[in-house]
């Protein structure tokens, strides 16, 4: 199958909210119940479908430690889309947001979209952050919000494909600069197939980085 646009994406917040188990479960279905910390930076795409027009998602899954942030700063610039996630249980990981979201403010494209997640929905029992609080923290500061379980699956696909829409739109719009590299987005002008991509993939080593 082949896709027309192609939208980098980067999933940001502190270790062990459950990036890349949002990311697993997108692009494979499945759940990993140990935390196999994300060393660096990681990826992973999938193919998806707006309007009828095929969008290839690039994703980064940066590590959430600290002694880890350069490189995921230097992943910000070519972004058009952002996961910013939480973990609902640990209220800490809330208040960290604003020093995440200042850090992506400023290594960012001016036009990244950002999407606020408060995941592990699955535990509501041991909910710290109240759905209230993810809200008002998102419309303070100009974001959308989703809850999501990367366990159950609640909400992942539209993480993504919200995001996804809002980048289109402004594509649509004519308000982003496609030529420019940093915006994330690149609109392929003779449609690649997936067998392509994942050859290139291979002869870039693949995976992770
Ligand atoms: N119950 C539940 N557990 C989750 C969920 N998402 C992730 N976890 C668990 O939380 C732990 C951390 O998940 P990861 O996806 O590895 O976390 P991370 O944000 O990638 O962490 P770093 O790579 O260190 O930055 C793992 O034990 C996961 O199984 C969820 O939605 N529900
Ligand atoms: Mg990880």
């Known amino acids: 199958m082949s896709f027309n646009y192609l939208y980098k994406f980067v999933i940001i ?3 062990g909210v459950g990036k890349s188990c949002i990311l697993l479960q997108f ?3 499945r759940f990993q119940a140990l935390h196999d910390l994300t060393i660096g930076v990681e990826f992973g795409a999938r193919l998806i479908d707006i309007e009828g027009e095929k969008i290839k998602l690039q994703i980064w899954d940066t590590a959430g430690q ?3 942030r350069s490189i995921t700063r230097s992943y ?3 972004a058009a ?3 910013l996630v939480y973990d609902i249980t640990r209220r800490e990981t809330f208040n960290h947001l604003v020093s995440w ?5 400023q290594h960012s494209s001016k036009d990244l979209k950002i999407m606020l997640v408060g995941n592990k929905l699955d535990l509501d029992y041991k909910r710290e952050v ?3 609080e993810g809200l008002t923290f998102a419309q303070e500061h100009n974001l959308t919000f989703v809850e999501t379980s990367a366990k159950s699956s609640q909400n992942i696909e539209e993480s993504f494909i919200a995001t996804s829409r809002m980048i289109h739109n402004h594509v649509k719009s004519g308000e982003f600069d496609i ?3 940093s915006t994330g987005i690149t609109l392929v002008s003779s449609p690649v197939t997936l067998e392509e991509l994942s050859e290139e993939k291979k002869k870039n080593g693949g995976g992770c980085c």
């Open 13 to 15: 917040g502190d270790s």
């Open 27 to 29: 692009t494979d279905h």
């Open 66 to 68: 600290e002694s880890f």
């Open 76 to 78: 910000y610039r070519g």
């Open 81 to 83: 889309g952002a996961l």
């Open 101 to 105: 979201l200042e850090d992506a403010r």
């Open 130 to 132: 109240s759905y209230e």
């Open 179 to 181: 030529q420019n590299e």
